[in-house]
Nanobody
C-alpha cells in the first residue's frame, strides 16, 4: 500500500504562487508515474500534471506555462509549483501514484490517492 500526503495549499491572491508537496510512504514507486489532479466544487476531478521517474512530464493545456511538476525520488516527494494563479485554479488538489511507468492523464489510471489540499485563489 502507498500513502500519499499533500501539503502546501492555502489562500493566495490572483497572480500569486504556491508550491504543493506530496510525500509518499509505504510501498513507494519511485520508478512510476505520479500525477496531480484537481476538483473544483460541482465539477469532476481533472488532470493537471504528471511526471515519470525519468523526469518526463505532461500538463493540462489550462496550466501549461504556469505550473511545473517535479519529483525528488530520494525523498519520495513530488512537487507542483503553481505560478500566475487565477480564480479558475481554485480547487482541491490531489496527488496520485500509478503502478505503471507510463505518463497517465486519466483519474481511473491511478492506483493511489492522497486526501487532497485546498487551494483558494482570491480575485
Amino acid at each position: 500500500q502507498v500513502q500519499l500526503v499533500e501539503s502546501g495549499g492555502g489562500l493566495v491572491q490572483a497572480g500569486g504562487s504556491l508550491r504543493l508537496s506530496c510525500a509518499a510512504s509505504g510501498r513507494t514507486f519511485s520508478r512510476n508515474a505520479m500525477g496531480w489532479f484537481r476538483q473544483a466544487p460541482g465539477k469532476e476531478r481533472e488532470f493537471v500534471a504528471a511526471i515519470r521517474w525519468s523526469g518526463s512530464t505532461t500538463y493540462a493545456d489550462s496550466v501549461k506555462g504556469r505550473f511545473t511538476i517535479s519529483r525528488d525520488n530520494a525523498k519520495n516527494t513530488v512537487y507542483l509549483q503553481m505560478n500566475s494563479l487565477n480564480a479558475e485554479d481554485t480547487a482541491i488538489y490531489y496527488c496520485a501514484a500509478a503502478k505503471t511507468i507510463v505518463l497517465l492523464t486519466r483519474v481511473t489510471e491511478y492506483d493511489f490517492w492522497g486526501q487532497g489540499t485546498q487551494v483558494t485563489v482570491a480575485s
